[in-house]
């Protein structure tokens, strides 16, 4: 089993920065992808950013230059840095990984943890 735990988020202006981490616990063997996704009041959930084993990244379009993801192998952790925040980026966050367990392939998500970005 692994268990994703979320830290960060909260109130902040416009213009501001936070920062999202997620540690995921567990008998991993492996992590491929680590990413964090966003889900908007009457929203679906979106991509926001992810970052591969390799440390190769994506983006969303919304957030590119602005929002940087990054991960710690060793603790199993993935970062995402968040600056100059949009009242358009309020959300609830939720963590993604698709990890190897046991040799068996698994995705799970984080509990989310909101951001809200006022004007």
């Known amino acids: 089993q692994v268990q994703l735990v979320e830290s960060g988020g909260g109130l902040v202006q416009a213009g501001g920065s936070q920062r999202l981490s997620c540690a995921a616990h567990?008998?991993?063997?492996?992590?491929?992808?680590m990413g964090w996704y966003r889900q908007a009041p009457g929203k679906q959930r979106e991509l926001v950013a992810r970052i591969n084993k390799d440390g190769s990244t994506n983006y969303a379009d919304s957030v590119k230059g602005r929002f940087t993801i990054s991960r710690d192998n060793a603790k199993n952790t993935v970062y995402l840095q968040m600056d100059s925040l949009k009242p358009e980026d309020t959300a609830v966050y939720y963590c993604n990984v698709k990890s190897l367990v046991f040799g068996l392939r698994r995705e799970d998500w984080g509990q989310g943890t909101q951001v809200t970005v006022s004007s």
């Open positions: 567990g008998r991993i063997f492996s992590i491929n992808v």
